[in-house]
């Protein structure tokens, strides 16, 4: 048997020439297939066209199997997460629990609000220790969820196929600092009022640019802001939109807040967590 032996050297591995050229211009590539990423992201499968599309489907579908079919094994190690997702669930639902306790006794009224929570505090069994607990978990779900999404940007977590589940905790994110911005709100006491007002400048800002570009009279963005915040252009005046913060507390976001706390963690165990780039 004769045996061809190869003594050449292989020539090393160039990169395609439009592979090049994608790394040359990477940012302005990034921007013109921005909103078709986006798009992919968020609605990732179209219509199935085969048995095994449809079983992958099947598979995905949260309803079906709230647990994922298939969990990589480096996604359930600790120091790939440092459980800052968990740690976020976990005081949501201590903060979920405590405030259903606490909406028993509170009165959402600007006249009857400050003297309901000092009730819950000096009065009603326990009322210290539950709002105390209450207050703790949001600040602990705040300072978490901050946490969650530095640490998926700097392993580089949000990239693709885990697109769709970095919209969500960016969509997250926001609603937990409106959650805990209209949560201060609630007992309508100095530093309620204080909040509105710094929460209310900072929405305005945006009067300064357009001042600036003497456009405030047909172009408002700040004032619109301010007025949507507050209702008025003074705090003092924003009695009207007490009871729509407390609703906006309570109602308008905990059924997608809950959802999504849910599914994240499911969808992370199923697409696996990179390790630090």
Do not use: C
């Not at 405030?216 to 802001?225: A, E």
């Not at 706390?261 to 390790?275: F, H, I, L, M, T």
Request: proline share 5%; no cysteine.
């Amino acid at each position: 048997m004769n045996l061809r032996v190869d003594t050449q050297e292989p020539s090393p591995i160039k990169a395609p020439a439009d592979q090049v050229q994608q790394d040359g211009d990477s940012f302005i590539g990034n921007l013109r297939t921005l909103w078709h990423n986006l798009r992919e992201a968020t609605f990732r499968t179209g219509q199935a066209t085969s048995d095994r599309a449809r079983t992958q489907k099947v598979f995905g579908n949260f309803l079906l199997h709230i647990h994922s079919t298939r969990v990589h094994v480096r996604s359930l190690k600790f120091t790939t997460t440092l459980g800052l997702g968990i740690a976020a669930l976990a005081s949501f639902l201590i903060a979920l629990v405590t405030g259903i306790l606490l909406m028993i006794y509170y009165t959402p009224s600007t006249e009857l609000a400050y003297q309901s929570v000092k009730d819950i505090h000096y009065t009603v069994p326990t009322g210290r220790f539950i709002r105390n607990l209450h207050r703790w978990s949001a600040h602990v779900m705040v300072i978490t969820v901050i946490l969650h999404a530095v640490r998926v940007f700097f392993t580089g977590s949000y990239k693709r196929p885990r697109e769709f589940n970095w919209l969500i905790g960016l969509g997250l994110l926001v609603i937990t600092l409106g959650l805990s911005f209209t949560g201060y709100l609630l007992p309508w006491d100095q530093l309620a009022y204080w909040a509105a007002t710094i929460g209310s400048n900072i929405a305005s800002s945006p009067r300064e640019l357009t001042d600036a570009l003497d456009i405030t009279t047909r172009f408002d963005p700040g004032g619109q802001s301010r007025e949507l915040l507050l209702g008025s252009d003074s705090a003092l005046l924003s009695a009207p939109r007490h009871g729509a913060a407390y609703r906006a507390h309570l109602v308008d976001r905990r059924p997608f807040l809950a959802h999504s706390q849910r599914r994240r963690p499911r969808e992370a165990q199923r697409r696996g967590a990179p390790g630090p780039r």
